[in-house]
């Protein structure tokens, strides 16, 4: 199959797929549905020659259904309505916790475990098709648009990583934006090195283009010293170099957080920006560090370097001060994480995120973005390729001790019904 994909051109990968599940399976039906920018609906992409890329993309909300199900537990889904009527079958399409989409089908019969593994392992191939495949056409950022960016929108969202969640042995990371009516300039980013894994959270002053402008000279300025090997205090100091020579006398609050994989040592700098939270055994703080001056600030100043004292089970959550207005009434942010604390990284997020639009009716004065990290500790160091699990936590005695929330959730990281065997479905009883 990858190599029928690889042979096809872009745009027609998906219908390579398609050819293949229908002739070894017998399906009446082939869909993958990719899921778009708000991570609160996805599109369906047909065949190469049946997508109408001059519209919008049609969205199907995900909010109380099945696809909402498989991508919020990455399980996958058997719905036989009996009456001889044709069996649904929807499979994650996830790579190393970014969940791409989904793959649907239609079968004749119900599948065994045998097709449900041949179906797991095309969806775990299919993941990388899309991922070879976006690099070549539009048609997947087509896809994730359900509605027209502006021109301040379509440069922030190239300012974020091309996925927004992955998952590592020692952690897991994820973040979500929602922009303004007029954007307001946040970014976020993150790397995974040899040794560390490095984030950061940044906020532009102003809005709309400038303010994207601004957070793009900001980004590159940050990527090109973490990319020569530039410490923590040395890629503040080059952002902020770039800043007050090229920023026009304008400035940008951000946070940035280096975490080594080999220790857990971890180290960050606050520039002008609001404080990040820290939830531990349940309970929630602010975590309050040294704040020095945003990049861009026309006065002699030092950026100082502060270590974090995180723990194995901790989640740190950063944020922007979007998610911080004074117009959101009722919106308890701490307990919130608290509320979402059994969600993967990847659902917090989105949870926190749509909990303040919710509560502003869709009307945001400013971005509001979130970075949730899990920190699990340097003592996983052994994962299963397929699913991203550690093999620690592939027996249910891996929960002695353990944050169970976590065992769960990595543990069901594919299966079906508790009894997969592999191509992301792991043995072992339903958590």
């Given at each position: 199959m990858?190599?029928?994909a690889?042979?096809a051109?872009p745009?027609?990968s998906?219908?390579v797929v398609?050819?293949?599940l229908?002739?070894?399976?017998?399906?009446?039906?082939?869909?993958?549905l990719?899921?778009?920018f708000t991570?609160g609906s996805v599109?369906?992409?047909g065949?190469?020659g049946?997508?109408?890329?001059r519209?919008?993309?049609?969205?199907?909300?995900l909010r109380?259904?099945?696809?909402?199900?498989v991508?919020?537990?990455q399980r996958p889904?058997?719905?036989?309505?009996g009456?001889?009527a044709?069996?649904?079958?929807?499979?994650p399409?996830t790579?190393?916790?970014?969940?791409?989409?989904?793959?649907e089908?239609f079968?004749?019969m119900a599948p065994d475990?045998e097709?449900m593994?041949e179906i797991?392992?095309?969806?775990?191939?299919l993941a990388y098709?899309?991922?070879?495949n976006?690099s070549?056409?539009?048609?997947?950022?087509?896809g994730r648009?359900?509605i027209?960016?502006s021109?301040?929108a379509?440069i922030?969202?190239?300012?974020?990583?091309?996925?927004?969640?992955?998952?590592?042995?020692?952690?897991?990371?994820?973040?979500a934006l929602?922009?303004?009516?007029?954007?307001?300039g946040d970014t976020f980013?993150?790397?995974?090195?040899?040794?560390t894994v490095?984030?950061?959270?940044t906020?532009?002053?102003?809005?709309?283009?400038d303010?994207?402008l601004?957070?793009?000279l900001?980004?590159?300025?940050?990527?090109r010293?973490r990319?020569?090997?530039?410490?923590?205090a040395?890629?503040?100091?080059?952002?902020?170099?770039?800043?007050?020579?090229h920023?026009?006398h304008?400035?940008v609050?951000g946070q940035l957080l280096?975490?080594?994989?080999?220790?857990?040592r971890?180290?960050f700098?606050n520039?002008?920006?609001?404080?990040?939270?820290?939830m531990?055994?349940?309970?929630v703080?602010?975590i309050?560090?040294?704040i020095?001056?945003?990049f861009?600030i026309?006065?002699?100043?030092?950026?100082?370097?502060?270590s974090?004292?995180?723990r194995p089970?901790d989640r740190?959550?950063?944020?922007?001060?979007g998610?911080?207005e004074r117009?959101?009434k009722?919106l308890?942010?701490a307990n919130?994480?608290?509320?979402?604390?059994f969600m993967?990284p990847?659902e917090a997020a989105?949870?926190?995120i749509t909990e303040?639009v919710?509560?502003?009716h869709g009307q945001?004065?400013?971005?509001a973005?979130?970075?949730?990290?899990?920190?699990?500790?340097?003592?996983?160091s052994?994962?299963?390729?397929?699913t991203?699990?550690?093999l620690a936590?592939?027996?249910?005695s891996?929960?002695?001790?353990?944050d169970h929330?976590r065992?769960?959730?990595?543990r069901s990281?594919?299966?079906?019904?508790?009894?997969g065997t592999?191509g992301?479905?792991?043995?072992?009883?339903?958590?």
């Open positions: 990858l190599a029928a690889e042979a051109a745009v027609e998906l219908d398609a050819r293949i229908k002739e070894q399976l017998g399906a009446t039906s082939v869909s993958f990719i899921t778009d991570g599109v369906r992409l065949t190469g049946g997508i109408e890329t519209e919008p993309a049609p969205r199907i909300p109380g259904t099945l696809y909402d199900d991508i919020r537990t889904r058997v719905e036989d309505k009456d001889g044709p069996v649904r079958v929807v499979v399409v790579n190393r916790g970014d969940a791409i989409g989904l793959l089908l079968l004749p475990v097709v593994r797991g392992e095309t969806a775990h191939a098709i899309v991922i070879a976006r070549f056409t539009d048609l997947y950022q087509w648009r359900t027209p960016l021109l301040a379509e922030q969202h190239r300012l974020l990583p091309s996925s927004l969640a992955c998952e590592a042995a020692q952690f897991a990371v994820a973040g929602e922009p303004a009516a007029h954007v307001g980013d993150y790397v995974l090195d040899r040794d490095q984030l950061s959270v906020d532009a002053m102003g809005h709309d283009v303010a994207s601004l957070a793009t900001l980004v590159g300025a940050l990527r010293a990319r020569a090997g530039a410490d923590l040395e890629q503040a100091r080059q952002a902020d170099r770039a800043m007050r020579e920023g026009r304008s400035y609050t280096r975490i080594s994989l080999d220790d857990g971890t180290e700098v520039a002008g920006h609001p404080w990040p939270l820290l531990r055994d349940g309970e703080r602010e309050a560090p040294e020095d001056l945003p861009g026309q006065v002699p100043h030092n950026y100082r370097v502060q974090l004292d995180l089970g740190l959550v950063m944020l922007t001060d998610m911080l117009n959101v009722s308890d942010l919130l994480v608290v509320r979402t604390r993967h990847r989105r949870a926190l303040i919710d509560n502003r945001l004065e400013d971005d973005t979130v970075m949730c990290l899990d920190w699990y500790g340097t003592g996983h052994q994962r299963y390729a397929d991203g699990a550690d936590d592939a027996s249910p891996a929960q002695d001790g353990a929330s065992a769960t959730r990595v990281t594919g299966g079906f019904d508790g009894v592999a992301g479905f792991v043995s072992g009883p339903e958590s």
